[in-house]
């Protein structure tokens, strides 16, 4: 199936259509997920956590996440591919916001860029990346890379005041020219007053179902990442049992020496030649 493009997902909004999105990290999961046919991947930087190990998604660099956007491109060539920008790889300034982004594009082949926040500055630097002809991805609600300011991993916009917050961000984040939004952690009200009132594909992670797509951290879908699960995650396999399980039974058959097999997984020699060997 050809890749799709920013005209797709707009036929797909007005159609009705839901779009599918999943995060992806490495090369071997990103193949899986084209196979599959996902719409669209995300390669988070919930890479520090599901990948790198780390507690945040802080310590991420721009290094980290070229290296990953083109293990995932490798992949998955024809699949929709949208990078994370960092922390700090697009605050500082509209200058390193464009260069960073174009790093993502340049060699990582990325289609889209995406960055936290709902604010002014980020409507800025949403703008200026937008201008130098990338296509931005906004996200807003919970946002971890504000952390700090939001008190921790919880839902967003649960008052009437937050929720009128949420909907006057996401329409400021389209109007600086992001080509849609990715809301998270919210009511399902919320979510749905933001996906009505926006122009643009609105896609929700813990949204409700209104959105006009759904976003899952794969290592959350497929039981892999069990240090904390979101209410929102629907779990889909319990693939973190079957690869510990295949680890378990294959640490007691080295111990025991059942594995290798000297038939099945041992590679042979003529008698002759063992012969002349010895
Ligand atoms: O980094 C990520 O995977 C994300 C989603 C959790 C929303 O941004
Ligand atoms: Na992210």
Request: glycine content about 10%; proline content about 3%; charged content about 25%.
């Amino acid at each position: 199936m050809a890749k799709k493009t920013i005209n797709d997902f707009k036929q797909m909004v007005e159609k009705g259509e839901k779009i599918v999105w999943l995060t992806a990290y490495d090369y071997l999961t990103a193949k899986m997920q084209e196979k599959a046919g996902v719409d669209m991947i995300l390669v988070g930087d919930s890479l520090g956590m599901v990948s790198l190990g780390y507690d945040t998604t802080f310590p991420v660099t721009m290094d980290d996440m070229v290296r990953h956007c083109q293990a995932v491109r490798r992949g998955a060539p024809n699949t929709f591919i949208v990078g994370d920008m960092p922390y700090m790889s697009y605050q500082k300034s509209d200058e390193e916001a464009i260069a960073n982004a174009g790093r993502l594009v340049k060699e990582a082949g990325v289609d889209s860029i995406k960055l936290e926040g709902g604010g002014e500055l980020i409507a800025r630097r949403v703008k200026a990346i937008q201008q130098a002809g990338i296509l931005v991805f906004g996200h807003i609600g919970l946002t971890p890379q504000f952390m700090g300011q939001i008190g921790g991993y919880r839902a967003q916009g649960r008052s009437a005041a937050a929720a009128m917050k949420l909907v006057e961000e996401a329409k400021a984040i389209e109007e600086a020219g992001a080509f849609a939004i990715l809301v998270e952690g919210v009511p399902a009200a919320v979510g749905k007053a933001i996906t009505e009132k926006a122009g643009i594909p609105i896609l929700g992670i813990g949204a409700g179902s209104y959105t006009h797509g759904q976003l899952l951290i794969y290592a959350d879908m497929v039981g892999m990442y069990d240090n904390f699960t979101p209410k929102f995650v629907k779990k889909y396999a319990s693939v973190g049992e079957v690869l510990t399980k295949a680890f378990k039974d294959y640490t007691e058959e080295v111990r025991k020496g059942q594995f290798p097999d000297d038939n099945e997984h041992t590679y042979k020699m003529s008698e002759a030649e063992v012969k002349e060997f010895l």
